[in-house]
Each structure stands twice: as C-alpha cells, then as structure tokens.
C-alpha cells in the first residue's frame, strides 16, 4: 500500500482534533498542555502536518519536537503514558482502522523516544526507564 492509499487529509485532521479535544479536557494532560500552549489552532494545525508527513509522506510538517519537549518542566513516565493510552482511544475511535491502527504504533515510538529523550537529557547519569504501554 503506498502511503497516500492509507487515509486522508481529513481523516488525519478528524484523529488529531480529537485527540486533542480529549488531551485539553484530561484531567492529568490538559493542565500540562493548556499551559504550554498558547495559540491552539496553530498547533492542531502544525501536528496535522507532523501526521500528515508521517502518514501520508507529504513532508509539510517542519519542526524538531524532541527540544520543545525536553524544555517543559516535571514531564514523567505517568503523563507519557496517558498521552498514549488516549492516544489509543482516538485512535481505535477512527472509522478509518488501517489509519488508526499505524497512527498509534508510530505514536508509541514517538512516546517511547520523546521519554527517553527527556529523561537523558534531564538525567545523563541514569538509564532511561521505558514506558509501559497497556
């Protein structure tokens, strides 16, 4: 299957708008995230490009996560795997399933390489502890 046979654009922006509907009411996450961001429609509109470029190849997405993310403040394992686990539920809500179920195998590599960057970069002397996916 080539990429742009697996969804569209706005199966893409549905995943990710709700998604992040869920992640500004969660009661862990949505502190988190509605602190750090500022202008949402902006960032909805930047991770539909991070997704679109990861699901569909269209390489619109510029940026480097891994800083943005290290720079926040008390991040741990428990928020990482929230984020995962409703992540999952967004995901599994999708009609579009072929989509959903490569949007969150690539989620828990992000997850899981987001975690160990912040914990090295936070904590060079320590191994990195893995996240434990439900």
């Given at each position: 299957?080539?990429?742009?046979?697996?969804?569209?654009?706005?199966?893409?922006?549905a995943m990710v708008r709700s998604f992040y509907d869920a992640v500004r009411q969660d009661e862990?996450?949505?502190?988190?995230?509605?602190?750090?961001?500022?202008?949402?429609?902006?960032?909805?509109?930047?991770?539909?490009?991070?997704?679109?470029?990861?699901?569909?190849?269209?390489g619109r997405f510029r940026g480097t996560p891994m800083p943005k993310h290290v720079a926040l403040?008390?991040?741990?394992?428990?928020?990482?795997?929230?984020?995962?686990?409703?992540?999952?539920?967004?995901?599994?809500?999708?009609?579009?399933?072929?989509?959903?179920?490569?949007?969150?195998?690539?989620?828990?590599?992000?997850?899981?390489?987001?975690?160990?960057?912040?914990?090295?970069?936070?904590?060079?002397?320590?191994?990195?502890?893995?996240?434990?996916?439900?």
């Amino acid at each position: 299957m080539r990429p742009s046979d697996l969804c569209s654009e706005q199966e893409i922006s549905a995943m990710v708008r709700s998604f992040y509907d869920a992640v500004r009411q969660d009661e862990q996450l949505g502190p988190v995230f509605n602190t750090f961001v500022g202008d949402w429609e902006y960032h909805l509109l930047k991770l539909t490009d991070f997704w679109s470029s990861i699901l569909l190849g269209s390489g619109r997405f510029r940026g480097t996560p891994m800083p943005k993310h290290v720079a926040l403040p008390n991040l741990n394992a428990q928020l990482f795997e929230r984020w995962l686990a409703l992540f999952r539920e967004a995901t599994a809500a999708q009609p579009n399933r072929a989509m959903g179920e490569q949007a969150y195998e690539t989620a828990q590599r992000i997850a899981e390489s987001l975690w160990y960057g912040y914990q090295i970069s936070r904590r060079p002397e320590t191994v990195p502890t893995e996240l434990q996916h439900g």
